[in-house]
Every structure is written in structure tokens, then in C-alpha cells.
């Protein structure tokens, strides 16, 4: 954890202890937010929600930041299916995507419990989203959580990156890759994750971004773009996943994303963000939009095997 922490602030000995300092104290950075699944349940909040200068002028009106100390879970609404709470951290790094374009269809590799394929349906309302989890047991609160939204455009599935390479090349405007990781920024919640510095555990969790990268990749239709995000602030598996991601594919670039510019990674020279708990609320994360060349080609068919289980069909 020293180590890590000298790599990542080398010559700046306060900012490694305020680092070190939000993950082994982690009592105040339990700032939420919601998403806005049925945004017509606004009026009814029962807590206090965030406003005028404490609000980032690009914050999508689907979502809120609340006031500290407010637990969303226990509410009404969230049992209705009304909100989905997430860590402010989250909302930064999901907003990447903001950058795109407006996708017609996206696809969430990785999608359990459900976050980020909400946080993408809320904001962008596309034609078809695709939310897959490769860990079966995984697929019962992903389907539960998407379902109580009662946004109808969802479909969910269980398969491996590579079989989704093989059923759906070109067949997404947005795939979005919130990787597996080493999770380091749960220590800044309160919650044990023992290992998560480990050089091995590290190098594990790189190798399994990048094939999953290097497979969803081929489901983006030229002109479409591939989000990536982690939770946690290991170089090798954030700008290092990207880097060698980019040398197999340099049919892709990262993007700027203007509204994220104070949060710029300061460990490489491409656009990519790091939001650190003890410089903003919220456990921190990692995150890069990138475009795939070319200009934007019409999208393959969408294949029966991506059809089968609309969330509505339970
Ligand atoms: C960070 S979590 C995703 C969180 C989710 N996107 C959200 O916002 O709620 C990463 C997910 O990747 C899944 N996963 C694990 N191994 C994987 C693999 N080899 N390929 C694709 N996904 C994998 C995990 O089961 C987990 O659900």
C-alpha cells in the first residue's frame, strides 16, 4: 500500500498520507447519490438532496447528490424502484460518457448489480440495452434491480466477453467495461478487501481487463465508443489496461472529456480520470472513454441470443 501510494505521488509525501489516510479512516466518505430511475418521483424525495453551487453544472438532471449522512438504501423510494443509490465517486466516473454521442444501443459487459446500465438508460433512454454478468449467481439482483426500474428496454444475459465478440461484432454504439478490479477503493467505504494491493492479485485483475477490452471492443460498430472503469488506483490496471489495450487496437482513442479535466490523471499523457477519496467525496475509481475509428456505420442486426431475456419476461 506504501509502495503504491509513493508510485502514485512520488515527491509529494502529504498527498501519500491524505491517500493512505482515506483508506484506513474511512468513516466520512460515505457520500451517496441516486439515480432517477422514474424521474417523475422527484417530488416525493425523502432526503435531503444537494443544490445550487454544491451541484457540478454537467450533472445530468436524472441524477442527485445528496447531503452527507443520508442512506437512500432505507427509502420508500428505492424499494419502489424509484432510485438506485450509488457512491458520488461512481457518478464521476460513469459521466465519462457523457462525452459520446448518444448511443442507440449499448451494451454493459460486466453489469451486475446494475449501476452503470442504469445510470446509461436514465441518461442516454437508448433503443436496446444489453446488460450481461458472466457470473451466474450474479444475474438474480442485476435482473431484480433493472426490473424494479420498470424501464422497458432492458435485456439481460450470461456470457463470456468472448462469446459476446463472437454473436455481436458491430452490433453496439456504446459497450461499457466497469472491469472486475482489485477493488482498493472499497477500503475508503469501510469494507475489508484483503489483498487488493497485492502485486499478484494487481497483475491478475490487468490481464482479465484487457481480454475483456480487447473482446468488447469488437462489438462497437466503428464510430461507437468503449467506456472503461475501475474502482480502484492501481496504474497497472487502469492506465496501464489502457495502454496495452491501445497497442492491439489502434483503431481506438481516448477521448477528453471536458467536464472531467480537473480529475486528469497526472500518470500518463492520454485523457483518462482519477477520482481520489481524499481529494472528493466518494470512494474514488478510475475512468476512460474511448472512440473507435472511422465514421459512424450503421449498426449490425441485433442477434436473436441477445434477445432472449427482456427483464420484462419475469
Ligand atoms: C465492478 S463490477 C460491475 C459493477 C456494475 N457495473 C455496476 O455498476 O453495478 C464487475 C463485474 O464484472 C464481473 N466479472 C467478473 N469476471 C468477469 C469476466 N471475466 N468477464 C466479464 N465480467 C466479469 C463481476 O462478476 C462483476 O459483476
Redesign the pocket.
Known amino acids: 500500500m506504501l509502495r503504491q501510494a509513493a508510485q502514485l505521488f512520488p515527491d509529494e509525501e502529504s498527498e501519500q498520507i491524505a491517500f493512505l489516510n482515506s483508506l484506513v479512516n474511512p468513516e466520512d466518505r460515505k457520500y451517496r447519490a441516486v439515480i432517477w430511475t422514474k424521474p417523475e418521483a422527484k417530488d416525493c424525495a425523502d432526503f435531503s438532496v444537494r443544490s445550487g453551487d454544491e451541484v457540478p453544472s454537467w450533472l445530468p438532471g436524472q441524477i442527485s447528490l445528496l447531503s452527507p449522512g443520508e442512506s437512500p438504501g432505507k427509502s420508500k423510494l428505492f424499494e419502489d424502484g424509484a432510485i438506485y443509490p ?1 457512491d458520488t465517486s ?1 457518478v464521476y466516473t460513469a459521466s465519462a460518457m457523457l462525452a459520446a454521442v448518444p448511443p442507440r444501443r449499448i451494451l ?10 442504469l445510470f446509461a438508460d436514465s441518461v442516454f433512454n437508448p433503443e436496446f440495452i444489453f446488460s450481461n ?3 451466474g449467481k ?1 444475474l438474480g439482483i442485476l435482473r431484480y434491480n433493472l426490473k424494479k426500474s420498470g424501464r422497458p428496454n432492458f435485456y439481460t444475459g450470461n456470457l ?2 468472448a462469446e459476446l465478440a463472437e454473436v455481436a461484432p458491430e452490433v453496439f454504439d456504446l459497450a ?1 467495461v ?4 482489485s477493488g482498493q477503493s472499497l477500503l475508503a467505504k469501510g469494507t475489508e478487501n484483503p489483498g487488493c494491493f497485492h502485486p499478484n492479485i494487481i497483475k491478475g485483475n490487468a490481464k ?1 481487463q484487457l ?2 477490452l480487447s473482446r468488447s471492443a469488437q462489438c462497437v460498430v466503428a464510430g461507437g465508443y468503449l467506456f472503461y472503469s ?2 480502484t488506483f492501481a496504474r497497472r490496471e487502469n492506465e496501464g489496461a489502457i495502454e496495452k489495450f491501445l497497442k492491439h487496437h489502434g483503431e481506438f482513442t481516448p477521448v477528453e472529456v471536458p467536464h472531467l479535466g480537473e480529475f486528469q490523471s497526472e500518470l500518463c499523457d492520454f485523457p483518462c480520470y482519477r477520482i481520489y477519496p481524499h481529494r472528493r467525496k466518494g470512494a474514488g475509481g478510475f475512468t476512460c472513454l474511448l472512440r473507435k475509428d472511422g465514421d459512424h456505420q450503421e449498426l449490425a442486426e441485433i442477434p436473436e441470443k441477445l434477445q432472449v431475456y427482456p427483464v420484462t419476461s419475469d
Not at 454493459?108 to 446500465?117: I, L, R
Not at 466497469?178 to 478490479?181: E, F, G, K, R
Open positions: 450509488i461512481s454493459d459487459v460486466c453489469a451486475a448489480p446494475g449501476g452503470k446500465s454478468e458472466v457470473v450474479r463470456d466477453p461499457i466497469d472491469a472486475p478490479c482479465r481480454r475483456i475501475t474502482c
